[in-house]
């Protein structure tokens, strides 16, 4: 179980990685899938969903194409 807000994207990657669903997840998807597996939880933040969400839309922005994310719809993500 790792906490670090670095390991944050690694571990949204991992679910969805492992979703098997073609219409991706949305953020609380991914936050409480990651809880679940025990990857990651908020360290005491009020809204997880929002930090993965400017993470993953962070990544999306910074690496183009190489991004491990894809946003196929509005709130819906896809590993690439």
Known sequence: FLEGLRFRNLWAAKVLG???AQD????QE???RMAEKGYWESPNGRTPQSTISAAVQREINTKGKE???KKIARGR???S
């Open 18 to 20: 492992e979703c098997k």
């Open 24 to 27: 991706g997840l949305n953020m």
């Open 77 to 79: 993500f896809v590993h």
């Open 67 to 69: 991004s491990r994310f």
């Open 30 to 32: 991914i936050v409480a």
